[in-house]
């Protein structure tokens, strides 16, 4: 059982991510890790898990690997159970495990449709169902972070299923937010552009062989990815930011501004006169 935390969003608290073993997941976990925080990985790669939690351990972390698939609610159940027997508590919850999909969505089978939403929406959703009465419970206040993507806030070709699994989860976190913050407990949605991360062959290599694009997943043109490529470190580093401030909204690139500005002017435009 830790001691009771002080003011501090890391120090002395527990931080749960799932995709935990690589790409962003680690990132933010030796983000934290290096605030004072224990860490509890969760992932379904048992092999990369086992092998991020030796890192962290081995910089002198408290880490505990949770095999764990976020699409099965009871496996999720399974991780906050767990959490609670090593640790005492959960404070910091990073809903963060996803896939990729790639592909125009009339060519799409109904089974990409529900393997995409089961990973990127239900993923999250069980999440919050393991773990926001927990945090709830303990009256320690805390935070989620929910991961989605700037293909959560602006559609875009070759990534339809995945902008309908993100903008969920979008959706989702502003609703949260505005329901547990009065409360004391933080929500944070992470809409990140490109990061130099594995998903790709990592969402490529997981997918069942009976799916689209199970040993080789189209990239979509460069066109419809615009933006540069920046490293999971500095997406960690936006995430303790926006966790220290409290931010619903944690984004990475500059980029982004201007899509959204776009999407919000042709909103806006909709009320115009001779328009409305």
């Known amino acids: 059982m830790l001691a009771r935390p002080s003011m501090d969003p890391f120090k002395e608290r527990v931080a749960v991510i799932t995709g935990g073993a690589g790409g962003i997941g680690m990132a933010m976990a030796r983000a ?12 379904l790669d048992e092999a990369a898990l086992a092998t991020s939690v030796a890192e962290l351990q081995g910089s002198g972390a408290r880490a505990l690997g949770v095999p764990t698939d976020v699409t099965r609610p009871e496996s999720v159940q399974g991780l906050a159970a767990a959490t609670v027997k090593a640790f005492g508590a959960a404070h910091i919850v990073c809903n963060n495990a996803g896939v990729a999909t790639f592909g125009e969505m009339h060519g799409a089978s109904h089974r990409d449709w529900v393997f995409t939403m089961n990973v990127n929406f239900w993923g999250v959703v069980y999440g919050l169902e393991a773990f926001v009465p927990i945090l709830l419970e303990q009256g320690q206040g805390g935070h989620i972070v929910n991961t989605a993507s700037m293909a959560g806030l ?30 004391g407990i933080g929500v944070s949605v992470l ?12 969402s490529a290599r997981m997918r069942p062989r009976d799916l689209r694009n199970a040993t080789e997943m189209p990239i979509p043109p460069a066109s419809s990815m615009a933006g540069g490529v920046i490293a999971a470190p500095e997406v960690a580093r936006r995430v303790v930011r926006g966790i220290e401030r409290g931010d619903l909204y944690i984004l990475t690139h500059p980029e982004q501004r201007e899509f959204l500005r776009r999407r919000a002017a042709k909103l806006d435009g909709m009320f115009e006169e001779g328009v409305w």
């Open 191 to 202: 809409c990140p552009m490109i990061v130099d991360t594995a998903i790709n062959e990592n």
């Open 32 to 43: 934290f890790a290096a605030r004072g925080a224990a860490l509890v990985l969760a992932d």
């Open 154 to 183: 602006v559609g875009m070709r070759w990534l339809g299923i995945y902008c309908a699994s993100k903008f969920a989860v979008v959706g989702a976190t502003e609703a949260l937010h505005r329901e547990l913050t009065p409360l």
